[in-house]
């Protein structure tokens, strides 16, 4: 059960963040007002959230997922492969502090954004990326295991983070696409194979008993639907210019 969340409100610095998506500058407007719709699910699904003042020096700021990792036991503060977002670490660890008495930290040569990082009960699968490298998913499961927690990697070659192409949709269950729907490490799981035109639609937030799901991919919202998950859907077609989506937005635990 999750009853916490925290997100950082966009900064007009949004509209110059990082992207190889190709679908244009974000409207910052919109944005904001997605991004209250988005707390406003967060909040249905029963979580008390914190929302973190914009930081205007980090355009990409307002993705806080990719800078910590948050486990039961002990919060993990990541070290993003860009350049340019490390030093939204030194803000989000005063944060972490408030809620937990034991915060590890990723140190170089390793590189791991929150993205690549997929738990499922205990186990944590760790993507390796061009975001996340081989030293980072190391030092994370060897943190994990110190915690009587386990972790194990994934190969990433067609996405920009693991969660982008594949998250955890019900017991047992992982809504996938791509590379990831045959994938022998995901043998054990169930697979609901999210069809190409809609791959972006394959990252999804499990919260409690409810299921945020990115707006605009139907043949998704069918099979959801057709599993028995209680919806919630949100349009963040502006953060999608930023190769972002729903788990990118919020740090849950």
Request: glycine share 6%.
């Given at each position: 059960?999750?009853?916490?969340?925290?997100?950082?409100?966009p900064g007009r610095s949004l509209t110059s963040g990082l992207t190889a998506a190709n679908l244009g500058t974000p409207d910052y407007q919109k944005a904001l007002t997605q991004h209250r719709q988005y707390i406003e699910a967060l909040?249905?699904?029963g979580l008390d959230v914190l929302i973190l003042e914009a930081d205007e020096a980090f355009s990409d700021s307002t993705f806080v997922e990719d800078v910590a990792i948050v486990t039961?036991?002990?919060?993990?503060?990541?070290r993003p492969a860009a350049a340019s977002r490390r030093g939204e670490t030194v803000s989000i660890l005063p944060i972490l502090?408030?809620?937990?008495?034991?915060?590890?930290?990723i140190q170089p040569p390793g590189t791991l954004d929150g993205g690549d990082v997929m738990q499922v009960d205990q186990h944590f699968y760790v993507g390796l990326s061009e975001r996340t490298n081989r030293a980072g998913a190391d030092q994370l499961i060897e943190i994990l295991?110190?915690?009587?927690?386990?972790?194990?990697?994934?190969?990433?070659?067609?996405?920009?983070?693991?969660?982008t192409g594949v998250t955890q949709v019900a017991e047992n269950t992982l809504l996938a696409a791509g590379e990831f729907i045959a994938n022998p490490v995901f043998s054990d799981f169930r697979i609901l194979p999210v069809p190409e035109a809609e791959n972006d639609g394959a990252n999804c937030i499990r919260i409690n008993d409810k299921l945020l799901l990115s707006a605009g991919f139907p043949e998704v919202r069918r099979q959801l639907i057709d599993q028995g998950a209680e919806l919630i859907e949100v349009d963040i077609s502006e953060y999608g210019k930023l190769d972002g989506?729903?788990?990118c937005l919020s740090l849950r635990f």
């Open positions: 059960m999750f009853t916490k969340a925290i997100v950082r409100t909040e249905r699904c039961p036991k002990c919060a993990i503060i990541a502090e408030d809620f937990y008495s034991y915060i590890e930290k295991q110190r915690y009587g927690m386990t972790g194990s990697v994934v190969p990433v070659t067609e996405f920009l983070h693991l969660k989506g729903l788990t």
